[in-house]
């Protein structure tokens, strides 16, 4: 894997496709290859709502992309101090066999010059030091980029958000910062009212509203749960 990781909070994602468009200007790319992939999952009907479920889709970064290996010029590579696997464009002859070779449809074709282009998480901005272009304008920041031992304080973050909403703590106005850092410490057992590990075990069994009301009017809520 890379040394770094991009990170989708899906349920903050509301399909924009502005991750696609702003990859396509940095890669100066038009229709037809999508190095990043917005898909939609759904409708769902929850709780009698219909809902939509967007996944993030890019490169993976494979600790052994099999894309490297299928490719007979060299041109696919994986970078050695980084871990970002990249295509050079000088070395690709438009075979595809790293299309064929990739489960997940990474490597993208680019009909206008005949060769393959691919997520390599923007590398031109990683080497001076900003954030890949689809993250920077992701209008609900549901896209998060950094190093893996950072992403943990993320999902950290987004739970002690739902559990502030959904009022274990007594919050009734969504989305207070405050109550957003009271929750945050308290599973970091920093309050006085128990370790991490239990604040996070009494956590297990959150507070659905969907699945509730189902249940007051009368049906078991597992369908809300599929």
């Not at 393959?116 to 993250?135: E, H, S, W």
């Not at 009022?167 to 370790?195: C, F, H, M, Y």
Request: hydrophobic letters at 30%; aromatic letters at 6%; glycine letters at 10%.
């Amino acid at each position: 894997m890379s040394d770094y990781y991009l990170f989708q909070d899906s349920e903050k994602c509301i399909g924009c496709h502005s991750c696609e468009v702003a990859c396509k200007v940095n890669k100066n790319l038009t229709q037809g290859p999508r190095p990043c992939r917005v898909i939609g999952v759904g409708p769902r009907s929850v709780g009698g709502v219909p809902r939509t479920a967007y996944v993030f889709m890019s490169c993976f970064h494979c600790e052994n992309p099999w894309c490297v290996a299928a490719c007979p010029t060299g041109a696919m590579q994986k970078r050695e101090k980084d871990g970002i696997v990249f295509v050079d464009p000088d070395l690709c002859v438009g075979c595809k066999a790293c299309i064929a070779s990739c489960p997940w449809s990474a490597p993208q074709w680019n009909p206008e010059t005949g060769k393959v282009v691919k997520c390599d998480y923007c590398m031109d901005r990683i080497d001076q030091g900003l954030k890949p272009a689809c993250v920077t304008v992701c209008t609900t920041q549901c896209l998060h980029f950094g190093k893996p031992d950072e992403m943990p304080n993320i999902r950290q973050e987004r739970h002690a958000r739902k559990v502030a909403v959904l009022g274990n703590i007594g919050v009734t106005i969504p989305g207070g910062e405050a109550d957003v850092e009271k929750e945050i410490l308290r599973l970091n057992g920093q309050n006085g009212e128990g370790s991490c590990e239990q604040n996070m075990a009494e956590d297990s069994q959150p507070y659905f509203p969907f699945v509730e009301q189902e249940k007051e009017q009368g049906g078991n809520g597992k369908k809300n749960l599929s």
